[in-house]
């Protein structure tokens, strides 16, 4: 299984604390299948080869954008450009917003 690969311009390890947070985030959008494309993703990446625990990092990496924008910059959660980071892993979430309201 393909291992989570670390970020460029990002630190390797992150508060254990906050690390913890974001896994349960994903593991409740997992449980409540809210939004859907959570448990498709952790599906694909899966199929890709990537561990679940690995996967489920990725995934959180998607939340954390969101989170950071809503914190830094005051905007509301972007569930278009939520779904696009989806989509785009492995590759790095991007911060920019959907172009559509979702």
Known sequence: MRK???RRGTPR?????LRAIFLETVDNQLNMDDPPETRQTLKRLMNE?????DAKIYIAQAVV???FRTMKYGE???AGRYRRNLCRLPEPPSEEPSTVDA
């Open 76 to 78: 509301t959660f972007d």
């Open 49 to 53: 080869g990537i561990s679940e625990q």
């Open 4 to 6: 989570a690969k670390p």
């Open 13 to 17: 390890k992150a508060s254990p604390r």
């Open 65 to 67: 954008t969101e989170v």
